[in-house]
């Protein structure tokens, strides 16, 4: 039981010496290495110091694209006020609002008017519109009779 007790206790003797010795490919790593590290480095200050400042002289001058404004995510309070349904322009000189009103149809252009007016409402924090000059104008050629000219319950 003794013998048993002692082979359980010593751990197995590492011997350094069969360790292979370090070939040339282990003298290439650090060189490699350090290459990579002088490229990144290259890269970094041309794109920090060089390339970035160009861009950025660039859209300065032109500007940066903006995307037309969804019509879910109208900024309102600023106008124009613009969607795919309607754009709501203000004229200051004649204190008139101008609505361009998309729509094939008279269904259509109802229904884009009744947005426009909203967002009218939404962008001036008031209730009605009856008491602002609004002029609603068809984008595409649709006979309009006055009526849908006018906003909505202000006769």
Same mark, same amino acid.
């Given at each position: 039981?003794e ?17 292979? !010795? &370090?070939s /040339?490919? %282990?003298?290439?790593?650090?060189v490699?290495?350090?290459?990579s *590290?002088?490229?990144?480095?290259? =890269? ?16 300065s ?5 903006q995307?037309?404004?969804?019509? !879910? &995510?109208? /900024?309102? %309070?600023?106008?124009?006020?613009e969607?795919?349904q309607?754009? *709501?322009?203000?004229?200051?000189? =004649? ?9 094939d ?38 006979d309009? =009779?006055?009526?849908l ?7």
């Amino acid at each position: 039981m003794e013998q048993f007790s002692n082979q359980t206790l010593t751990s197995p003797q590492i011997n350094l010496q069969q360790i292979p !010795k &370090a070939s /040339n490919n %282990g003298k290439m790593f650090p060189v490699i290495l350090q290459i990579s *590290i002088f490229a990144f480095t290259i =890269s970094l200050v041309w794109f920090s110091f060089v390339y970035y400042p160009k861009i950025i002289d660039k859209f300065s001058k032109v500007g940066i694209p903006q995307p037309r404004i969804p019509s !879910k &995510a109208v /900024n309102f %309070g600023e106008f124009p006020v613009e969607t795919d349904q309607f754009r *709501i322009v203000y004229e200051q000189k =004649s204190d008139t609002y101008y609505a361009f009103i998309e729509g094939d149809n008279i269904n259509e252009f109802k229904e884009n008017k009744n947005a426009s007016n909203l967002a009218l409402k939404n962008a001036l924090s008031i209730e009605s519109v009856c008491s602002l000059k609004v002029i609603y104008a068809p984008v595409v050629k649709l006979d309009i =009779s006055q009526d849908l000219k006018n906003p909505e319950k202000c006769r």
